[in-house]
């Protein structure tokens, strides 16, 4: 069992199998002479999400996979489809940090679904910032990237 401690001082222990799914738990724990628990920047709610998301996940990614030929599973897309757009920047936030490449994949493709035809406005609000631009500008930025929202 591999002990991770989160950013607010919870503890979760892991099956090796799992853990190793995460390219940096892996990388201390075969590559340094570690002490439980591992110290991680990731918050105990974002790291259940993807703890929880490692015991069912049965992806096998080379290390050189293509992004464009990775076929997700419906089953992966529903799960991670209903959490709020915080949320699901975080988890994806985390499985960089914790180098998941499938999770961090699959985070990325959903984002990108959710984004799918939003104006500039609106994905100001997904991704959490104050948009403070004028109509005008924000016309010319949607007009100037209008090939973004196209389906080709």
């Known amino acids: 069992m591999i002990e991770i401690e989160t950013t607010d001082g919870r503890i ?3 099956e090796e199998k799992q853990a190793y799914k995460s390219v940096l738990i892996k990388n201390v724990c075969t590559s340094t002479t570690y002490k439980n628990p591992i110290a991680l920047q990731v918050s105990s709610f974002i790291f259940e999400i993807i703890q929880r998301y490692m015991e069912v996940d049965t992806s096998q990614l080379s290390k050189d996979y293509n ?7 419906q089953s992966d897309l529903e799960l991670f489809m209903e959490y709020d757009s915080r949320t699901l920047l975080d988890i994806c936030n985390g499985a960089n940090y914790l180098e998941y490449p499938y999770l961090l994949e699959l985070c990325c493709k ?4 959710k984004m799918k035809h939003k104006n500039t406005r609106e994905l100001a609000e997904f991704i959490g910032v104050e948009c403070n631009i004028t109509d005008e500008e924000l016309m010319k930025i949607e007009r100037e990237f209008e090939w973004i929202s196209s389906d080709e």
Not at 67 to 73: G, Q, T, V, Y
Request: proline content about 7%; cysteine-free; aromatic content about 14%.
């Open 110 to 113: 959903i984002i990108s679904e």
């Open 12 to 14: 979760f222990k892991i």
């Open 67 to 73: 992004p464009l030929e990775i076929r997700f599973k």
